[in-house]
């Protein structure tokens, strides 16, 4: 291969240079570096992870915080490296199939971490442990809206015209749902565009990010949207009239989890972390703040979350997205959503 | 000794320059070279030579139009910085009260705060049911500025307006006082005594602070995202959505060259605003 | 009827008066000049007249008319700044034009007075010039000719030599005293240097601390000081503190001294005496001994000490028939002055008449 990957060789060499700043001083524990977001699923992972399960296990993370594609960007960029920049990745699915595609990551199997083998089916990947997830549901205000949404189709509907909105940074799970509507695939992009184009036609609201999307639906600006389930839980919580719906297409899903690159420094460590991850108690933990769905099967919810989260019986299509057609397919359609539904 | 003095000079600016070439130059030098490469999904990007990606910009109008909304809403901004900012400078330059310090404070106080603070300010103003509309809704009306120009250029404005006000109280500052009473005891009124002798001296400063504002606003990127909302497009946004978004980093860097080339174009284009003999 | 007149002017910042109840009367064509050390409302005062300042109490009337209230641009004052306040980006004729185009002077017309005015300043070649291409002299020529392009009823002048150069000075202040008198132009002027304006003016005021102490020619003020401080600050009197009976004066440290005029009552006094009017000699009113004598070329200088506290300056001609003799520092020697050159001032500071000699001539002065 002739090409030289300039901007990862150059993250690379940042990355060496910021190393010193992410050792910790050496405790009796043993330290991995956990690559992750900041701001509450952090915090998060510190109280429900770390702080109850994984610190009794003498291990202990230091930090690495940032968004996701520089995290990305920085495990490409080094993985030709004897010892790499992190143990433990959180990505979304879809950053954890194309980095297993691309062999940097570690297969994780229950001999090395054993809740694996509790994994829900569908949400996993051989290379990847899911953390949390949320079906993506339609979103509607149950005062004003009262007989609910059933498909993705109504949002072109024209009893709803002008009330239609959502948070735009999500514009790409969007497009699976109305390729699942249209085509009963997630990845039918011809047809999403289709009925993409007749949503915005019907006066469709887009917000700059996901908080924006919830007081909308307070404001009575939007009385119908797509949201992560996850998401109405919160919003909810916080007292804005909202409520989910469950498509009867089925729903595309969110899924978050952690990956170990194969040149982690301490794998070990990471290992037990993951499998920390996975214990039920955990999981419940995340349930309860932020609204995200158990990824095992020995989990099981109760009390007001288990209400707020509940699928409907019978339960819905839940579908992961199909990583292998949506990054290809991915400049593509962003391309298009810039130009079209962005564009007035 | 003659001979020693530019080395001299150069072993004073040495440094310094060193310093700029590392950290100014050498990145935008990167950046360029980035631009000229190709993107690809998987291997995000290959490096080669090509103009494809200013190609791109160019043959297509939707490229334009942001270009062209990001000059108007800065240029906008420019003007009614200086016409909002001048009297308050003015003002603040020539007042003798002891409160002046005070005043100045309160014209520098904003800027302790982030931009983006401020603009989360100006959506809870904005905001459908938020205090704007609530009160025009006493009146049975509405006023929904959020996601609007409008509401950009507002928000725009209250970022650059107290740094016009910093330099072009310090303009006004520099003139002489004397300047406006001997205009004035030959017989100009306070406002031909303005016009006459304190405007074209203050003009270069003037067209200065204006041309900071409109730089400042050409790069906005925190106020037109979280105020004129997805749909509104700006060079900066674009720059990044393509860069985080799309992963398309040459395409990115050709973005970024073209905003910063069009920026120092019209810059040094306005130059030529002002007549010579006024130019400092 | 006086040409310009102000009366009981008050200009008031906060607690302190910068002029207190200043009352003057100025005659068509007359160069007054306001004297004074800084800060004793010379300044104020001329700004008040331009109209660049309010004032808080008293009136400003010009041929009869009260300007008090009207704004500078209304008033016809040809105002010459210390710093000239050039406009730097206009030239030298347009600098000259600009009172003329507030006007709305024809354009023809106002071209050929401008060329009068350069003319006049000998400025005709440099009318293209930028002021900041000009030499400090000659951007006060233009400063003057700006303000005379308007025909002004009062050509006001603030410290108009301060920033030429020391050898610049003298030719400046005349030329500007020709073309006053050229051109009989109502002149006030203000100024620190009381050679300066003892060389330029028809009259003087002296003011300390917002007041007017003194108004008169050179000759009253020189001659007949009407307090202490206009005695030190025109001509540098010796100033003794002391008081006074009819057997003399006795300074505060003891020193008795003759006194040469014979003035009525007792009590606290200051006595003013000229340098260049004591003789230094072998009998006199008063002895002491040399301190420090110095050879200035045409004068002599001699320190004199009356006693441990009390020091005089005495100064005479270096040559000619009254030439001063040199004394030797240690030297005893005695002090003697005409009455005419001796001036009383009472625990008031107001001067205390000489019951011998010339009381006619100091009438004749007030009147």
């Keep these: 291969m002739p090409e030289v990957f300039s901007r990862r060789t150059l993250l690379a060499g940042a990355g060496l240079l910021a190393a010193p700043a992410l050792i910790r001083s050496a405790h009796a524990e043993e330290t991995f570096i956990l690559g992750t977001w900041g701001g509450d699923y952090q915090r998060l992972q510190m109280e429900n992870i770390e702080k109850p399960i994984a610190s009794k296990l003498g291990i202990a993370s230091v930090v690495d915080v940032a968004d996701e594609l520089p995290r990305v960007a920085k495990i490409m960029a080094s993985r030709r490296l004897p010892r790499g920049q992190m143990d433990v990745a959180c990505v979304q699915a879809v950053q954890a199939y194309s980095m297993a595609e691309a062999g940097v990551l570690e297969e994780l199997t229950p001999d090395k971490v054993p809740n694996i083998a509790h994994v829900k089916a569908g949400l996993g990947m051989t290379c990847f442990a899911p953390h949390i997830w949320s079906p993506q549901i339609l979103s ?9 949404p059933t498909s993705f189709a109504e949002l072109a509907d024209p009893k709803y015209k002008d009330k239609v909105g959502f948070p735009d940074v999500n514009y790409f799970y969007v497009m699976m749902a109305a390729s699942l509507y249209a085509s009963g695939t997630s990845t039918d992009f011809v047809k999403a565009k289709e009925l993409l184009t007749k949503v915005n036609a019907n006066g469709l609201h887009l917000y700059p990010s996901t908080d924006a999307g919830g007081p909308p639906f307070k404001s009575g600006e939007i009385d119908v949207g797509v949201m992560w389930l996850a998401r109405i839980a919160m919003w909810q919580n916080a007292g804005i009239p909202v409520a989910a719906a469950f498509p009867k297409e089925g729903c595309i899903l969110y899924v978050s989890g952690m990956v170990v690159p194969k040149n982690a420094p301490n794998k070990k460590a990471a290992f037990a972390y993951i499998n920390a991850m996975l214990e039920p108690a955990a999981q419940i933990g995340f349930a309860e703040h932020m609204g995200y769905l158990p990824t095992v099967t020995t989990a099981t919810l109760t009390g007001k979350v288990a209400k707020q989260l509940a699928m409907p019986d019978p339960e819905p299509k839940l579908m992961p997205p199909d990583f292998a057609v949506t990054s290809k397919a991915l400049p593509d359609v962003t391309d298009w959503w810039k130009k079209t539904i962005q564009h007035v | 000794m003659r001979q020693k003095l530019p080395l001299a000079a150069a072993g004073l600016l040495g440094p310094a320059t060193s310093v700029v070439v590392l950290m100014l130059a050498a990145p935008l030098a990167l950046l360029f070279r980035d631009s000229l490469n190709r993107f690809d999904v998987t291997e995000l990007m290959i490096e080669t030579v090509t103009a494809a990606n200013y190609t791109r910009f160019f043959t297509e109008t939707f490229y334009w139009e942001v270009l062209r ?33 005070l005043m100045m404070l309160l014209v520098i106080l904003p800027l302790f705060i982030g931009s983006t603070v401020r603009t989360v300010g100006w959506m809870i103003l904005f905001a459908r049911n938020g205090m704007m509309d609530s009160v025009a809704g006493l009146f049975g009306t509405r006023v929904d500025l959020m996601y609007t120009t409008t509401a950009v250029i507002i928000g725009t404005l209250s970022v650059n307006l107290p740094f016009m006000v910093l330099t072009l109280q310090s303009v006004f500052e520099g003139i002489d006082d004397r300047l406006t009473e001997a205009a004035q005891g030959l017989g100009a009124t306070p406002s031909r005594a303005f016009w006459r002798v304190v405007w074209p001296l203050a003009l270069p400063g003037v067209m200065i602070s204006a041309i900071l504002s409109f730089i400042l606003g050409m790069n906005a990127y925190a106020t037109p995202v979280l105020l004129g909302g997805p749909r509104f497009q700006m060079m900066a946004p674009l720059v990044f959505w393509e860069f985080n978004t799309n992963s398309n ?30 130019r400092a | 009827m006086s040409y310009l007149r102000l009366n009981g002017l008050t200009k008031r910042y906060g607690d302190t008066l910068a002029t207190d109840a200043v009352s003057l009367e100025i005659s068509k064509g007359e160069l007054i000049v306001l004297l004074g050390p800084s800060g004793c409302g010379k300044t104020t005062t001329l700004r008040m007249i331009a109209g660049f300042i309010e004032a808080t109490s008293g009136d400003i009337v010009l041929e009869g008319q009260a300007i008090t209230g009207l704004p500078a641009h209304r008033r016809e004052m040809g105002m010459v700044f210390q710093n000239y306040a050039l406009f730097p980006h206009l030239s030298v004729a347009r600098n000259v034009a600009f009172g003329l185009e507030m006007r709305r002077m024809k354009q023809a017309e106002r071209d050929e007075r401008v060329a009068e005015m350069l003319q006049l300043v000998k400025l005709d070649r440099l009318a293209d010039r930028l002021p900041r291409q000009l030499s400090g002299g000659q951007q006060q020529r233009v400063a003057i000719a700006r303000a005379l392009a308007i025909h002004p009823k009062v050509l006001l002048l603030d410290e108009p030599l301060s920033n030429l150069d020391a050898e610049l000075r003298q030719d400046v202040a005349r030329e500007i005293r020709l073309l006053q008198q050229d051109r009989k132009l109502t002149t006030i002027m203000v100024t ?176």
């Design chain 2, 69 to 101: 909304t990001t000059i108007l809403v800065a240029a906008t901004v420019a003007v009614l910085c200086v016409a909002l900012g001048l009297p308050l400078a003015w003002r603040l330059a020539r007042t003798t009260s002891r409160w002046k310090s």
């Design chain 2, 249 to 278: 980093w040459p395409f990115s860097a050709a973005l970024a060259f073209i905003l910063m080339a069009t920026t120092l174009l019209l810059t040094s284009l306005s130059n030529f605003l002002v007549p010579r003999r006024y």
């Design chain 1, 140 to 148: 509607y205000n149950p005062e004003r809206v009262k007989s609910p």
């Design chain 3, 192 to 367: 620190h240097d009381q050679q300066e304006a003892m060389a330029m003016a028809d009259r003087l005021v002296v003011m300390r601390d917002g007041q007017v102490q003194q108004v008169g020619a050179q000759e009253d003020l020189y001659e007949r000081p009407a307090t202490p401080f206009v005695a030190r600050f025109i001509g540098n009197s010796n100033l003794l503190v002391g008081s006074h009976t009819d057997a003399g004066f006795r300074t505060e440290t003891g020193t008795h001294i003759d006194l040469a005029g014979r003035y009525q009552g007792a009590g606290r006094a200051t006595l003013a005496l000229r340098p260049e009017r004591i003789t230094l000699g072998e009998t006199g009113q008063v002895r002491g001994t040399i301190v420090l004598s110095s050879y200035m070329g045409a004068t002599v200088e001699h320190v004199v000490a009356l006693d441990d506290q009390t020091r005089l300056i005495a100064r005479g001609a270096s040559s000619g028939p009254a030439a001063t003799p040199r004394f030797a520092g240690g030297q005893s020697v005695f002090l003697s002055w005409p009455a005419a050159s001796e001036c009383l001032f009472d625990g008031g500071d107001a001067p205390i008449p000489a019951l011998s000699h010339s009381i006619n001539e100091r009438i004749s002065s007030h009147a």
